[in-house]
């Protein structure tokens, strides 16, 4: 069975990743109760999908730096039932979206998480490279509620509250640019990309990737944006303990991710009160259409208000925003 195979590979990297070594063939085939034929065949898939095993006359080993995101560390102490119960953390990858994708296409359960050390080839909302150096948190996560198209807007609405209300247990005062760029003193410190899969009115799944700048320093990842965007460690004058802050956001995002069809009102009232646009003179470029105008808030579905010149107010449902008025910087 597929659910099975996946299990079965969940376990040889839980495996392999507390070995920290070489562990032979004939030992994981009698752990998981399977033949050495089957355990290469799983290692093969896990390969495929992106994971760094490497194979040699004593056995597979998974290269992986021990420095607090073990799997079993992560659920060690999660308080969630789904969020990151299920979980795979790679030292290097090209990127955790596509690497919780394979994983969701191979019958991952509701919630699975998939945890990158460094992304070779993270990616940012439109088309953008989001460079993804050790330090970081790169995280993707496996959703499985079948919401709609429609539904997606207040979905990506509810991470970025999930994020915000994580970093609050920091101390730390975060806002949301429409859609979900997390800003703490109007810079920003992370992103989200929500990527989808199967029919538009009941999603096969969803994958959710956030990205956190968390013992990063501002412009490691991108110069051009070093004025533009900060890190957790330089807004504390300290760093974070990576693994607190993973377990405190699952927390966050299984409750908000829940909100989007049991309490949409709540999850709106807490991204209202984050808005970092709202009442400020803006453009909105949407492929090669630009509007500019006064941010007016979040619709009801999530969507963007937009009050343009000629006084009608519009919604609108995706493209990137820049702030045009001085009144201090909002993002990059
Ligand atoms: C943005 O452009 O603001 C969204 C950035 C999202 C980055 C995260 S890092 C983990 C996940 N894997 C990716 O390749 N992208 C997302």
């Known amino acids: 069975m597929r659910a099975e195979g996946h299990d079965r590979r969940q376990r040889l990297v839980d495996r392999l990743v507390q070995a920290g070594g070489f562990v ?32 040699s006359a004593d056995g597979y080993r998974l290269a992986v730096r021990r420095d607090g995101l073990l799997p079993e560390e992560i659920r060690a102490g999660l308080v969630t039932n789904d969020f990151g119960q299920s979980v795979a953390v790679v030292p290097v990858t090209a990127s955790t979206n596509t690497l919780a994708r394979a994983a969701a296409e191979d019958q991952a359960p509701h919630g699975h998480l998939v945890v990158a050390e460094e992304q070779t080839q993270g990616r940012g909302r439109q088309g953008r490279r989001w460079i993804s150096p050790p330090g970081g948190l790169w ?20 991470v970025g509250v999930a994020v915000a209300a994580t970093l609050g247990r920091w101390g730390l005062r975060a806002q949301i640019k429409w859609p979900n760029d997390i800003l703490v003193g109007g810079k920003k410190c992370g992103g989200i990309l929500v990527e989808l899969a199967g029919e538009a009115d009941a999603l096969a799944y969803i994958v959710v990737g956030i990205g956190l700048d968390v013992n990063v320093h501002p412009g490691e990842r ?22 607190v802050l993973l ?14 069809r049991r309490a949409p009102g709540a999850i709106l009232s807490a991204w209202r009160a984050r808005d970092a646009l ?36 519009i919604t609108r449902w995706s493209g990137d925003v820049s702030v045009l008025d001085d009144q201090g910087p909002v993002g990059p």
Not at 247 to 260: D, P, S, Y
Not at 286 to 308: F, K, S, Y
Request: with cysteine; glycine share 10%.
């Open 247 to 260: 377990q405190a956001l699952l927390a966050e995002l299984e409750q908000w991710c829940g909100a989007v």
């Open 24 to 55: 032979s063939g004939t030992v994981l085939a009698e752990e998981l109760g399977i033949s050495r034929v089957a355990v290469w065949k799983h290692i093969r898939r896990l390969r495929e999908a992106g994971y760094p095993v490497e194979v």
């Open 222 to 243: 991108d110069p051009t944006l070093a004025s533009s965007t900060t890190s957790l460690a330089v807004e504390l004058g300290r760093p974070v303990d990576r693994r």
């Open 278 to 313: 709202r009442g400020r003179r803006i453009r909105l470029v949407q492929g090669d259409v630009a509007l500019e105008g006064q941010a007016a808030g979040i619709a009801d579905d999530g969507g963007l208000r937009l009050l343009l010149p000629n006084r009608t107010v």
């Open 139 to 158: 995280v993707s996560l496996v959703l499985r509620d079948r919401l709609s198209v429609g539904e997606l807007p207040l979905l990506a609405g509810a």
